[in-house]
């Protein structure tokens, strides 16, 4: 019962005209076709690359810099006001940003692969970074763009490997500067400073580590918080992954395509290390690439991927069955995506029609999209649904990405904002379908017929498709 | 040697408990709060904020060379601290905290932890706001089991037996006010000007499904809550500057201070909640952190304002409040590679408020010496956080003894409450 609607609803993004009916032969087989390569946007939207946007970023920095020299030189009085609302960095970055969201949303409403398109949105909430932080807010769309689209199907070392190497993370977690104590660079700084001692007034510039990105790696891309590694772990990766940066520095920092992942052997920690019982001989670069290898095919990984998948794709509280069926396909196959989507969709919790998710925003905003119809074309409106919704597009804030459950959503203020946004697109649907044969055209199945009776009795055409949109049975997937 | 500023703080501390506990003693007869009219305000600072740079710990040989450039110098010099009792100081952003402090409203606390000693960020919030000694295991929080343990010992006249008694200023309820007790929730952006024929419609289109009409009903009455307490969408520091902007580079300042005059505005309104918990993020200062100034100084002036809103907003019922502010953990007691500090163990927290008896430090001060740091890199924590929470709850909202012991802390033998933190 309700397979079609299930693999449509759930597994994909929605219905479009015809996606039921597609998908209606065997809806299985509909959503393995569609895993198959990468997975690139769908849409009109052209976009920059990450090095291009980050050369911009490098210029508009040169460009405030200079300003602010002028300004010290000319011991002109500053203008607070003026000098907060010149701000060239988020200039620089801010349309790349727009044009990101308007593109995700474009591909969301039109795709012909929803469930490998859900599989982004999956794989980027996961592999979280967050606009919010100034240096990624042109560069958070790129890292799904970049290093996830490509190796949606493929296997997780390359999406990993993909990942932690993408500008977008390591600027989001700091790694561009983590610096090893006995690495070229700090050998270097301490023979200076011992002749010629530090400047007068700024200290000697000390270097080391930074955490961020190794314990992130460990705790919410691989492992898990409980997947038995040790604060010396930590450390060691952060040692270990020291030099991964981007191109495009000054100074002694010189080298690399800005914008570009880029290791700076200057900045590693030379020597073999030890991390979670086993010691890393390799050299540079690969030091860490032999981790992430590692990392990428550990039972504590299978588990923590599966629980995760799991959760979004079934339930808030994730069946055992299902998640133990989808660890072994991981595990089985050495992290084999499209090994690992096969055991969930033939995981039969998945298919239970009364178990259903409650739709974050996103989710409910890309139904939507898809059910009226709507190919969004100005960015700003899509990016002020997002901010009324609470889910403004790439800035879930931590780096553990949104949460995935129901009651991270459902406050009452939440819904009225639902019930105000789906008004006003409501207000917009012109094509010709009664809302109560929209019902059944995007819900199928699922839709009561009590909804439908309602949506009949609606005042107005599009006092009907607000009630759909709000109607328990669009509201969950 | 070293430690001979930080006995000072042990031994006013080890008197305030023992002083207090006589006090515990007394009737209740002769404490003004009762049930009723206590109010509490939680804020949580999310991201886990550096406690040696919020509550400089000057005197301490060790902590200028392990904080570098973050630390903030004693007293008296520029940029310094702002003077506490002699040990510790304040970041000179906290300004409004040091007035209140030298009026005796503030208790500020050091090397403080909960029970979790990993060093993720969110099983760390969620034993924050779980009240367990781990990150699973509960689906609810230790606020909202407090108020539900209120509601059940059916108190006092005048009191509401039902309806909700707390407020979450987010689109959301965050864990530590989720459970049994109705909570509403309620975020700071202007409030939703739906069509009331839509709605009625949608009451009916929900009436067979309880989930969506419980939060329909709710959000419908809160709306109306809002307007009747004053629209404060109006005020101009919650509007965002430009719509459609992220607050890239802001530090959302501004958005903490809305918060706080929501919850103050929901608080007087008639039959308004007694609790409410405000939320604040941004404290994850992993890199370039800065000392006095900086970005870690912008939260803190933004922080600061906030409670200073918080205060002025709430008015009349200040007498009668108290403000926990509190952290998941703190940081490394030594500054990392790039200019900031990692995830670390013991910070610090504060009390605020016209019913706290403050104007204290609260601090048994371990020392940063390399052999008194935990694992060789954090601030060992000395009180746990759950002996304040029991406190609070306890000595302000009038929960009972063993409840606090059961049922909304359990495993928490070992924190015992601390006393005399609220005015008799």
Redesign the interface.
Known sequence: MMQTEIAVLRFGLGARTGDLAAAGGDPRAWLMAQIEGAVPLAGNTPLAPSDRIFAELLAARDALEELKRESAAQRAPTDATAAAAF?P??DA??PH??AQVLARAQSAALTTRPFAERLVHFWTNHFAVS????AV?GIAGTLENEAIRPHIGGRFVDLLTAVEQHPAMIAF??NQ???GKDSVLALLAARRGAGAGATEGK?KR???????LA?EIL?LHTLG?NGGYT?TD?TNFAQIITGWSIGGGKGRLVGGTPGQFYFRDNLHEPGPKNFLGKIYHESGRRQGEAVLADLAVHPATAHFIATKLVRHFVADDPPPAAVERVARAFLKSGGDLSRVYAALVQAPEAWDADVRKFKTPEDFVFSTLRALGFSPQK??EM??AF?LL?Q?QY?P??P?GWPDTS???????????R??WA?RVAGRYEQGLDPADLAVSCLGAYARP??VT?LRR??SAS?GV??LL???EF?RR | MHRSPMRTSRRRFLLGTAALAAGAALPDVLFAHTGGSARLVVVIL??ALDGLAAVPPYADPAYAGLH??LAISAPGVADGALALDGTFGLHPSLTFLHERYLAGEVVVFNAVASPYR??????GQNVLENGLAK?IGS?DGWLNRALAALSRSAGQPGERASGERAV?I????PLIL?GDAPV????PQAS????E???S??A???S??D??SA??S???Q??KLTEAGGSPAESPAMN?TT???????TPGTDRVSGAARMAATLMRSVGGPEVAVIEA?GW?T??NQGGAKGALAQRLTGLDKALRTLADELGPLWPQTAVLVVTEFGRTAA????R?T??GTGGCAFLAGGAVRGGRVIADWPGLSRAALL?N?DLRPTLDLRSLFKAVLDEHMRVDAKTLATRIFPDSSGARPLQGLIRA
């Open positions: 701000n960095v988020r970055y801010l940003y727009r606009a919010d932080k100034g807010l977690l700091d500067y983590s610096v200290p000390e270097f080391g580590i930074n955490e961020n314990r705790e918080v604060q930590v960015p700003e990016v002020r901010e609470g403004r800035t804030g931590s553990a009651k991270s959503w459902d406050g009452s203020d939440a819904l009225l904002r019930v105000l008004s009590e909804t309602a609606a005042s006092q607000a009630l709000m109607s328990p509201q | 999310r991201g570098r450039e990993d060093r993720s960020h969110f099983d990150p689906a979450a987010s689109q959301n309820v989720r509403i929730s309620k975020s939703p000007d739906v069509d024929e839509l709605l419609r949608l009916d289109l929900y067979k499904d989930w969506f939060r329909l709710e959000a419908v809160t709306g965002p719509p459609g902007v992220p607050p890239a580079t993020g994850d992993h890199a500054m990392n590679g790039t900031g990692d995830h694992d890199r």
